[in-house]
T-cell receptor, first 113, second 113 residues
Framework: GNSVTQMEGPVTLSEEAFLTINCTYTATGYPSLFWYVQYPGEGLQLLLKATKADDKGSNKGFEATYRKETTSFHLEKGSVQVSDSAVYFCALTMGSGYSTLTFGKGTMLLVSP | DGGITQSPKYLFRKEGQNVTLSCEQNLNHDAMYWYRQDPGQGLRLIYYSQIVNDFQKGDIAEGYSVSREKKESFPLTVTSAQKNPTAFYLC????????????FGQGTRLTVV
């Protein structure tokens, strides 16, 4: 079956530090890949997505590149802010037809001033 | 504004009681989903529905039931057969296309007392 593996957290950074959250996947076929963010007590919001190999998704300073050869979709941001503190989920869905999302376990990011 | 509304935000249930969580969307999406979130376990799929009057079990359907009588509504009933119902429940919807993202509600936190 399909699966997503994320680095365990929490990831603790100081403001303006560089962020990387690793995500690798296992899938039969060619999935679409997503990063969602969850702020405390809220639902999930889509952060960015990529639907084919070598695509780069970007939003709000975050970026992730779909790497088919390493089956990875690592999330990066050059300079984090306190307001980026949240839980980040990597997810996949199969690109053809209908499919449900498969999520990683989430990585908590804590940014201090 | 279009979106997904879950209610209530907090719910308390006595052991042995059934309880129903509401999920309504006005995005005109065909597909709707219920996920359960527990600390450190990410999101696990309970049930999903692609069209009205049809739904499928997800990975952890035991002790839960759903209905899809209207396109806009996908209520989840947590029955007394669910042995450990205390969790954060998230409803989502999407169009029927594997490349597109799901939109999430704000969640319902259920606590058994």
């Amino acid at each position: 079956g399909n699966s997503v593996t994320q680095m365990e957290g929490p990831v603790t950074l100081s403001e303006e530090a560089f962020l990387t959250i690793n995500c690798t996947y296992t899938a039969t076929g060619y999935p679409s890949l997503f990063w969602y963010v969850q702020y405390p007590g809220e639902g999930l919001q889509l952060l960015l997505k990529a639907t084919k190999a070598d695509d780069k998704g970007s939003n709000k300073g975050f970026e992730a590149t779909y790497r088919k050869e390493t089956t990875s979709f690592h999330l990066e941001k050059g300079s984090v802010q306190v307001s980026d503190s949240a839980v980040y989920f990597c997810a996949l869905t199969m690109g053809s037809g209908y499919s449900t999302l498969t999520f990683g376990k989430g990585t908590m990011l804590l940014v201090s001033p | 504004d279009g979106g997904i509304t879950q209610s209530p935000k907090y719910l308390f249930r006595k052991e042995g009681q059934n309880v129903t969580l509401s999920c309504e969307q006005n995005l005109n999406h065909d597909a709707m989903y219920w996920y359960r979130q527990d600390p450190g376990q990410g999101l696990r799929l309970i049930y999903y529905s692609q069209i009205v009057n049809d739904f499928q079990k997800g990975d952890i359907a035991e002790g839960y039931s759903v209905s899809r009588e209207k396109k806009e509504s996908f209520p989840l009933t947590v029955t007394s057969a669910q042995k450990n119902p205390t969790a954060f429940y998230l409803c989502a919807s999407s169009i029927r296309d594997g490349n597109t993202e799901a939109f999430f509600g704000q969640g319902t936190r259920l606590t058994v007392v």
